[in-house]
């Protein structure tokens, strides 16, 4: 998938429209759409075309249990075509592709997988198909869903003819769990583990192989909840994303992107990005600064952490950035 064209124009316009409508009339599923079912599930493709050449493959993970709405609704109804517009001065061939999540032990709808598309109206199509579920399993979401759709589920040409990694971002204000057993995976997804379980960090390496891997936690508040920022910042260092408004999640997305394909190569250059194309100055600068530093100066100095392994719970360091 992912042979249409991207218009931005014409996104700003319709994501404009869609803004003036209620949440429940842009988000009208009530349960899992068909076509975003995972049972079953073979591969959601990212292949090249004459008009992407030389694709690159996108994934938006989305929490969207009851807390988490947010996020989608404002990517839906404001900030997807600011994320589009800053990739494609990065990468020309983005292909988009938005998966939902929840509690797979305790949710309607635990788990959506939409497809890779380049076409503006194709990707509002698959965001807007999500079903809301507008609960929570408590402590805890199915993360490590996510991952294994990532890491098992999808087939990209960047990987398979260039060896280029592709980005998944994923979103959430809870901790994750350790592992997702035999039974979950048949009865999410219809796959057949060899073993009786796979380790949320053994999914999230699988991933890392071909993605650039990213945690964004919507604001500090639920960064604070019940540790969240401080387990992903143990988890996946510097790709732990703690931002300070969810309306930056998109502009974060998009300088991450930078950042990573070498674009921008100091804290200057993401100042003035900000500044010139995105509009932002002040505090409202200031803040989308201080959320991707961490992971900018990594990069800059090659100092980038590795993923470390989960093991037993256990007490985590205090939250940075």
Not at 108 to 123: H, I, K, N, T, Y
Not at 150 to 157: F, L, N, S, V
């Amino acid at each position: 998938m992912g042979y249409g064209q991207y218009d931005l124009s014409a996104h700003e316009l319709a994501t404009r429209a869609r803004a003036l409508e209620s949440p429940a009339s842009v988000f009208r599923e009530g349960h899992t759409h068909a076509d975003m079912a995972p049972l079953f599930l073979k591969s959601r493709e990212s292949r090249d075309s004459p008009n992407h050449p030389a694709s690159v493959p996108i994934i938006f993970a989305l929490d969207v249990s009851g807390s988490m709405g947010d996020v989608p609704r404002l990517l839906a109804t404001k900030t997807l075509p600011t994320f589009m517009g800053s990739v494609l001065s990065v990468t020309p061939d983005p292909q988009v592709l938005f998966l939902a999540f929840g509690n797979a032990g305790t949710d309607r709808s635990p788990l959506q997988v939409g497809q890779f598309e380049s076409e503006a109206a194709l990707m509002d199509e698959w965001l807007t198909k999500m079903h809301l579920e507008g609960a929570g399993g408590g402590e805890g979401e199915s993360y490590e869903l996510a991952f294994y759709v990532a890491a098992r589920k999808t087939a990209t040409d960047a990987w398979e003819k260039r060896g280029k990694k592709g980005y998944f971002f994923m979103t959430g204000d809870e901790r994750s769990f350790y592992a997702t057993d035999r039974a979950t995976v048949k009865r999410v997804l219809g796959d057949d583990l060899e073993a009786d379980t796979v380790t949320t960090y053994a999914l999230a390496c699988e991933a890392a192989a071909r993605y650039h891997v990213f945690f964004l936690v919507p604001d500090l508040t639920r960064a604070a909840r019940i540790g969240t920022g401080a387990f992903w910042q143990y988890f996946l260092k510097e790709r732990a994303i703690i931002l300070r408004d969810p309306e930056d999640t998109a502009i974060a997305c998009a300088l991450l992107v930078g950042i990573t394909e070498g674009t921008f190569t100091s804290l200057a250059d993401l100042s003035g990005t900000l500044e010139k194309v995105h509009g932002r100055t002040g505090a409202s600068q200031e803040r989308v600064l201080e959320a991707v530093r961490p992971y900018a100066q990594a990069v800059f100095s090659g100092t980038l952490g590795p993923i470390v392994e989960l093991g037993a719970p256990q007490p985590f360091p205090g939250m940075s950035g």
